[in-house]
């Protein structure tokens, strides 16, 4: 199993990326990537498109340079190696078959840019060591055994054009296998088949896998298929890698909230841990098996549909009403209104719609991780000066992000792209804030609103704060200097970095 | 149901009876007209006389290789191919630089190529001109002749090699490239076994018009050599304007037969495998 790891020991090891970055023109594609790979896992990099994980591929390939950190290759760092030195193949994502050339000759490119050493003997009887081409029938052989493995044997002759999805995939596939890679990168292979088509080839490079024995780095966006092929599976976000573990282990004990959200169905709570195997969500307590936060901390608990049970309402935990039953095929999905709270429930049996019931969750089927911050997200306010009134503070602000082509005119008023005249005072929104995006001073008038250092934590590159209110709003950010807990500041916001959207009537999932 | 029967039908296929048209009129017909004054004589008669004149010189056809006709014509296909040879080696380092560069604005630096078409042609051949009677090598041998010959083609038709092969390297997808190498393939490798083929049909586009155009061009040879090279174009005018309608017919045959030839040759009668290339014929 592959584990993200300090670079230590090499044991079955065939690749290692340590302190792997990326950036494109100065955005951070992958940050910190540190994994390492056994030989003959079939491992997974499975995320949001975006996330990085095909760039990664790309540097495990060669096709681009990482910005800092190495990647090992048995040990040894190919970091800047080019790609044709590199003892692995790709399967692209369209496949990348040369479109002039027939599929002999697609499959056999590999293996006619290969040169082997051979000793032979000179005319004056010296022994000496030259690079040969790999002889014909060597070649045609090995494409024969290639196209075997695929189901593609006797397509030889059939040029690229002719063949359909599914073979070109084949294909493609025996292209990269018979150069017999030491790892075989498969960069959303299955991505333009159709879904039936998908699942059979899924299972079929499964096999392929185990017969084969070489290591597969597969990249996918699909998290079913990524659970269905994978020893491990590196789920990421954001290029940072969120999660490596077993199928069963990501999907059972996800990590934080994004892993849950993004594997399977999840019902996600914010909650808080009044004590070790106790937490509270949707207002009630619920047993639990996770401890060791402290004391009322904040935490996201995930609850999977399929855990939630339903009783009859007097046994239940939450009592509430269905609002909605769909039939799945193997499962109906049930959803439940609790107070404010919308429950989605799998289940084999169906309640009826409008039936009270009520739900309870068993102590393994509730996650609890801990709460990550990403940005700030307050309610807020438009006032009459077009200033926005936030999280204990008012705050100046641009309105016209509100209704795109937009303007003010001389008297403050909002003038929309089709020319409505729109008083926004009293208007409610929703406002986000970047953690990185707040600074501190100690002077209390130059800021929009005013707290106290209620908690620093050092994350590395910079101190975590948390600012608490008066009226206890929080704001949390990140600054690289050092203040002192209890410090009384004012906190800034550039008017840029004030995202707001219009307040919509918000559907009750939390 | 007989309304819909009734009802106007508009179809794509009526836009091209204007070309078709076009093509009847201008094309079709002339042709016709071209091979009616090559196998008549005066008195509207069919006759072969006009073919064995070409052939045999007035004498026999051991004639026809030390005839002017055929001189003028191996002189005429010497030029085309050196224009088109030369036509290509400098164009095709010029589309890949460019197609290749990374710069955001391609299609400038391509201008630059294209620009000076937007200069009369004739005035840039008269510049060309004044240009070797000023280093000196206007009209100075046959030799030089013919090498100003062959540099007033490119001069005039590099842009058309350069185009098609541009707009065939750029839509080369990368990941070709990517998986050569990713298969072993070191660059220069990789760029004679993926580019290099994907791009021919711009190339053949490229050479049909170059070698063709610089056949009949004889305003270049007649501009530059003070008309002592004469190529094919030249041979047909000197005949039609010398009121030699049939013997100039029957020589703009043979040239057809020349295009023919090489259209067919670099397989420009094959139907386009690629659909991504399309239109790069066009050039």
Same mark, same amino acid.
């Given at each position: 199993?592959?584990?993200?790891?300090?670079?230590?020991?090499?044991?079955?090891?065939?690749?290692?990326?340590?302190?792997?970055?990326?950036?494109?023109?100065?955005?951070?594609?992958?940050?910190?990537?540190?994994? %390492?790979?056994?030989?003959?896992?079939?491992?997974?990099?499975?995320?949001?498109?975006?996330?990085?994980?095909?760039?990664?591929?790309?540097?495990?390939?060669?096709?681009?340079?990482?910005?800092?950190?190495?990647?090992?290759?048995?040990?040894?760092?190919?970091?800047?190696?080019?790609?044709?030195?590199?003892?692995?193949?790709?399967?692209?994502?369209?496949?990348?078959?040369?479109?002039?050339?027939?599929?002999?000759?697609?499959?056999?490119?590999?293996?006619?840019?290969?040169?082997?050493?051979?000793?032979?003997?000179?005319?004056?009887?010296?022994?000496?060591?030259?690079?040969?081409?790999?002889?014909?029938?060597?070649?045609?052989?090995?494409?024969?055994?290639?196209?075997?493995?695929?189901?593609?044997?006797?397509?030889?002759?059939?040029?690229?054009?002719?063949?359909?999805?599914?073979?070109?995939?084949?294909?493609?596939?025996?292209?990269?296998?018979?150069?017999?890679?030491?790892?075989?990168?498969?960069?959303?292979?299955?991505?333009?088949?159709?879904?039936?088509?998908?699942?059979?080839?899924?299972?079929?490079?499964?096999?392929?896998?185990?017969?084969?024995?070489?290591?597969?780095?597969?990249?996918?966006?699909?998290?079913?298929?990524?659970?269905?092929?994978?020893?491990?599976?590196?789920?990421?976000?954001?290029?940072?890698?969120?999660?490596?573990?077993?199928?069963?282990?990501?999907?059972?004990?996800?990590?934080?909230?994004?892993? @849950?959200?993004?594997?399977?169905?999840?019902?996600?709570?914010?909650?808080?841990?009044?004590?070790?195997?106790?937490?509270?969500?949707?207002?009630? @307590?619920?047993?639990?098996?996770?401890?060791?936060?402290?004391?009322?901390?904040?935490?996201?608990?995930?609850?999977?549909?399929?855990?939630?049970?339903?009783?009859?309402?007097? &046994?239940?935990?939450?009592?509430?009403?269905?609002?909605?039953?769909?039939?799945?095929?193997?499962? %109906?999905?049930?959803?439940?209104?609790?107070?404010?709270?919308?429950?989605?429930? &799998?289940?084999?049996?169906?309640?009826?719609?409008?039936?009270?019931?009520?739900?309870?969750?068993?102590?393994?089927?509730?996650?609890?991780?801990?709460?990550?911050?990403?940005?700030?997200?307050?309610?807020?306010?438009?006032?009459?000066?077009?200033?926005?009134?936030?999280?204990?503070?008012?705050?100046?602000?641009?309105?016209?992000?509100? %209704?795109?082509?937009?303007?003010?005119?001389?008297?403050?008023?909002?003038?929309?792209?089709?020319?409505?005249?729109?008083?926004?005072?009293?208007?409610?929104?929703?406002?986000?804030?970047?953690?990185?995006?707040?600074?501190?001073?100690?002077?209390?008038?130059?800021?929009?609103?005013?707290?106290?250092?209620?908690?620093?934590?050092?994350?590395?590159?910079?101190?975590?704060?948390?600012?608490?209110?008066?009226?206890?709003?929080?704001?949390?950010?990140?600054?690289?200097?050092?203040?002192?807990?209890?410090?009384?500041?004012?906190?800034?916001?550039?008017?840029?970095?004030?995202?707001?959207?219009?307040?919509?009537?918000?559907?009750?999932?939390? | 149901?007989?309304?819909?029967?009734?009802?106007?039908?508009?179809?794509?296929?009526?836009?091209?009876?204007?070309?078709?048209?076009?093509?009847?009129?201008?094309?079709?017909?002339?042709?016709?007209?071209?091979?009616?004054?090559?196998?008549?004589?005066?008195?509207?008669?069919?006759?072969?006389?006009?073919?064995?004149?070409?052939?045999?010189?007035?004498?026999?056809?051991?004639?026809?290789?030390?005839?002017?006709?055929?001189?003028?014509?191996?002189?005429?296909?010497?030029?085309?191919?050196?224009?088109?040879?030369?036509?290509?080696?400098?164009?095709?380092?010029?589309?890949?630089?460019?197609?290749?560069?990374?710069?955001?604005?391609?299609?400038?630096?391509?201008?630059?190529?294209?620009?000076?078409?937007?200069?009369?042609?004739?005035?840039?051949?008269?510049?060309?001109?004044?240009?070797?009677?000023?280093?000196?090598?206007?009209?100075?041998?046959?030799?030089?002749?013919?090498?100003?010959?062959?540099?007033?083609?490119?001069?005039?038709?590099?842009?058309?090699?350069?185009?098609?092969?541009?707009?065939?390297?750029?839509?080369?997808?990368?990941?070709?490239?990517?998986?050569?190498?990713?298969?072993?393939?070191?660059?220069?490798?990789?760029?004679?076994?993926?580019?290099?083929?994907?791009?021919?049909?711009?190339?053949?586009?490229?050479?049909?018009?170059?070698?063709?155009?610089?056949?009949?061009?004889?305003?270049?040879?007649?501009?530059?050599?003070?008309?002592?090279?004469?190529?094919?174009?030249?041979?047909?005018?000197?005949?039609?304007?010398?009121?030699?309608?049939?013997?100039?017919?029957?020589?703009?045959?043979?040239?057809?037969?020349?295009?023919?030839?090489?259209?067919?040759?670099?397989?420009?009668?094959?139907?386009?495998?690629?659909?991504?290339?399309?239109?790069?014929?066009?050039?």
């Amino acid at each position: 199993m592959a584990k993200a790891t300090s670079p230590v020991e090499n044991n079955g090891k065939i690749i290692e990326l340590v302190d792997v970055c990326k950036q494109f023109d100065g955005v951070t594609i992958v940050e910190n990537f540190n994994l %390492y790979v056994r030989k003959g896992e079939f491992i997974t990099f499975l995320g949001p498109s975006g996330c990085g994980k095909t760039t990664t591929l790309r540097m495990i390939a060669g096709f681009e340079l990482p910005t800092s950190g190495k990647i090992l290759l048995n040990g040894k760092d190919i970091s800047a190696l080019p790609p044709h030195l590199r003892p692995v193949n790709t399967v692209f994502q369209k496949y990348a078959l040369f479109p002039h050339l027939n599929v002999f000759e697609n499959v056999a490119f590999g293996l006619k840019q290969k040169r082997v050493e051979t000793t032979y003997t000179d005319k004056k009887g010296n022994t000496k060591v030259k690079m040969e081409k790999l002889p014909k029938a060597i070649i045609a052989e090995k494409v024969k055994k290639a196209l075997e493995i695929v189901d593609l044997s006797g397509f030889e002759k059939r040029s690229i054009a002719t063949l359909s999805g599914g073979q070109q995939q084949r294909i493609a596939i025996a292209r990269a296998i018979v150069n017999e890679p030491e790892i075989l990168l498969l960069d959303e292979p299955l991505g333009a088949l159709d879904l039936k088509m998908r699942k059979e080839m899924q299972l079929e490079l499964k096999a392929m896998h185990k017969r084969l024995g070489i290591t597969f780095i597969y990249v996918t966006h699909d998290q079913e298929e990524a659970l269905t092929m994978s020893d491990t599976i590196v789920v990421m976000s954001d290029g940072a890698i969120q999660q490596i573990g077993t199928p069963e282990m990501i999907y059972n004990e996800p990590k934080n909230t994004f892993v @849950a959200d993004f594997i399977g169905e999840s019902n996600i709570f914010s909650g808080v841990m009044p004590k070790d195997n106790q937490v509270r969500f949707c207002g009630k @307590a619920f047993e639990c098996l996770d401890g060791g936060f402290e004391k009322d901390e904040p935490v996201d608990v995930v609850v999977r549909p399929e855990d939630v049970i339903i009783t009859s309402p007097e &046994q239940g935990i939450l009592k509430g009403k269905v609002t909605s039953v769909i039939f799945k095929g193997i499962h %109906y999905q049930i959803l439940v209104q609790c107070g404010r709270y919308e429950i989605e429930i &799998q289940s084999t049996s169906a309640p009826k719609v409008g039936e009270s019931v009520g739900l309870t969750v068993q102590p393994d089927g509730i996650h609890v991780m801990k709460k990550v911050f990403r940005v700030n997200k307050f309610s807020g306010v438009i006032t009459k000066r077009n200033t926005v009134e936030f999280g204990d503070g008012e705050f100046e602000c641009d309105v016209t992000q509100l %209704y795109p082509g937009s303007h003010l005119d001389e008297e403050g008023y909002l003038i929309t792209a089709k020319g409505e005249k729109l008083d926004l005072t009293d208007t409610e929104v929703n406002v986000e804030v970047g953690l990185h995006d707040i600074t501190m001073s100690d002077d209390p008038d130059v800021g929009g609103a005013q707290g106290n250092i209620i908690s620093l934590i050092y994350k590395s590159e910079y101190y975590r704060y948390i600012v608490r209110t008066e009226n206890e709003e929080d704001y949390v950010l990140a600054c690289e200097d050092l203040w002192n807990e209890n410090d009384r500041v004012s906190l800034i916001v550039p008017k840029e970095k004030i995202k707001m959207t219009l307040k919509v009537a918000e559907g009750g999932k939390q | 149901m007989t309304t819909a029967k009734l009802k106007p039908h508009f179809s794509r296929k009526l836009l091209a009876i204007p070309y078709a048209l076009f093509l009847a009129i201008f094309v079709v017909v002339p042709l016709f007209i071209v091979l009616y004054y090559a196998f008549t004589d005066d008195n509207n008669v069919f006759t072969w006389d006009y073919l064995i004149l070409f052939f045999t010189d007035g004498g026999s056809l051991a004639q026809f290789f030390s005839s002017p006709i055929f001189q003028t014509i191996s002189l005429s296909l010497f030029i085309s191919l050196m224009s088109t040879i030369v036509c290509l080696l400098i164009a095709y380092p010029v589309a890949y630089i460019i197609a290749n560069c990374k710069l955001k604005n391609k299609s400038t630096l391509l201008l630059m190529f294209i620009v000076p078409m937007w200069v009369n042609f004739v005035l840039r051949i008269n510049a060309l001109k004044e240009f070797f009677v000023w280093i000196g090598t206007y009209n100075k041998s046959d030799a030089w002749n013919i090498i100003n010959t062959i540099i007033g083609m490119v001069y005039d038709f590099l842009p058309f090699m350069i185009l098609p092969i541009y707009t065939t390297i750029i839509k080369i997808d990368k990941s070709y490239l990517e998986a050569a190498k990713d298969l072993g393939a070191t660059a220069p490798k990789a760029f004679l076994k993926v580019t290099l083929p994907l791009s021919k049909s711009g190339i053949i586009s490229g050479i049909s018009m170059v070698f063709l155009p610089s056949m009949t061009n004889y305003v270049v040879s007649n501009y530059l050599t003070y008309r002592n090279v004469k190529i094919f174009g030249k041979l047909i005018d000197d005949y039609f304007s010398g009121d030699l309608w049939h013997d100039g017919s029957f020589v703009a045959l043979v040239l057809l037969l020349f295009m023919f030839l090489v259209t067919w040759l670099t397989g420009g009668f094959e139907a386009d495998e690629q659909s991504e290339t399309r239109g790069t014929s066009l050039w």
